[in-house]
């Protein structure tokens, strides 16, 4: 089974910086099947990104998404005070079928 | 608007059983793959369960294979977990998620029930 791995467990920025996520993969992932979400106390997760780059309805294009093989990164490109929460990445396995979630990265405001 | 809405979350003892119900609106239910996702208080997201869109397709995870059993009615619009054999690590907070028809990832949650297993 496939392990997410993200990092750094805990993000320190201001309003207006740049953020970087990471989501590392212990064996190669398609492309096609990594996704990230956001998730504020006491919500739902939201889903941002799917097929590792693509946004989905309604996200704001500051939220961007790359990666392939092992190595995915989501992007904000300049912090809103509401972007503030867990992210959580997300990955497909097919044999047996399977569902699996990084452990988070808490996006704080410094 | 898509709207999921689970119900059935509550206090049970270790060992006792709950079943938990998912009602979907504001899509065709039917035409959509469904699923369980679980948050134990304070940490991160577990996938639990997956049904195709007219149940003879079904996954579970390993920690509650034998245990869960996950069906839907597409008359209703609902989605189930039925949980048996329960205990104090099955303590989470319960989506349903919806899979769309292009991926395998969760385009829309429900708010959560919360299932605590406690005596």
């Known amino acids: 089974e496939i392990v997410l791995a993200q990092s750094p467990g805990t993000l320190s920025l201001s309003p207006g910086e740049r953020a970087t996520l990471s989501c590392r993969a212990s064996?190669?992932?398609?492309?096609?099947?990594l996704a990230w979400y956001q998730q504020k106390p006491g919500q739902a997760p939201r889903l941002l990104i799917y097929g590792t780059s693509t946004r989905a309805t309604g996200i704001p294009d500051r939220f961007s998404g790359s990666g392939s093989g092992t190595d995915f990164t989501l992007t904000i490109s300049r912090l809103e005070p509401e972007d503030f929460a867990v992210y959580y990445c997300?990955?497909?396995?097919?044999?047996?079928?399977?569902?699996?979630f990084g452990q988070g990265t808490k996006l704080e405001i410094k | 608007e898509v709207q999921l809405e689970e119900s059935g979350g509550g206090l049970v003892q270790p060992g006792g059983s709950l079943r938990l119900s998912c009602i979907g609106s504001?899509?065709?239910?039917?035409?959509?793959?469904m699923n369980w996702v679980r948050q134990a208080p304070g940490k991160g997201l577990e996938w639990v369960s997956f049904i195709t869109t007219s149940g003879p397709t079904i996954s579970y995870a390993d920690s509650v294979r034998g245990r869960f059993t996950i069906s839907r009615d597409n008359a209703r619009n609902s989605l189930y977990l039925q949980m048996n054999s329960l205990r104090a690590e099955d303590t989470a907070v319960y989506y349903c998620a919806r899979e769309p028809h292009s991926g395998v990832y969760f385009d829309y949650w429900g708010q959560g029930a919360l299932v605590t297993v406690s005596s």
């Open positions: 997300q990955q497909f396995g097919t044999s047996p079928r399977v569902y699996t």
């Open positions: 064996q190669s992932v398609s492309s096609t099947y």
């Open positions: 504001g899509f065709t239910f039917s035409d959509y793959e």
